[in-house]
């Protein structure tokens, strides 16, 4: 159908099982879309910048392209919030 939609959701080490023991300076960023398998990048486990411009999906339904831009928050890190 063309209702199908690219998703993306992140994921911390402790959810996944491939890695073991989980790392916790690391989380996962996920990108799923039927019938394909969904996708996993290991980026930093640091705080996402989530303001205007900073963390943008987009779907290009002609192209069939789907576009994640992300920044993580300058100086601050998960680990020194723990």
């Not at 943008?56 to 392209?65: E, I, L």
């Amino acid at each position: 159908p063309k209702s199908r939609q690219p998703r993306h959701r992140f994921m911390s080490a402790y959810e996944q099982r491939v890695e073991t023991p989980p790392d916790r300076n690391y989380q996962y960023l996920l990108v799923a879309c039927d019938p394909y398998e969904t996708v996993a990048f290991k980026i930093p486990n640091e705080p996402i910048n989530r303001g205007e411009g900073k963390f943008v999906t987009n779907w290009d339904t002609t192209g069939k392209v789907f576009t994640l831009t992300l920044h993580f928050l300058e100086g601050q890190s998960a680990s020194q919030e723990q």
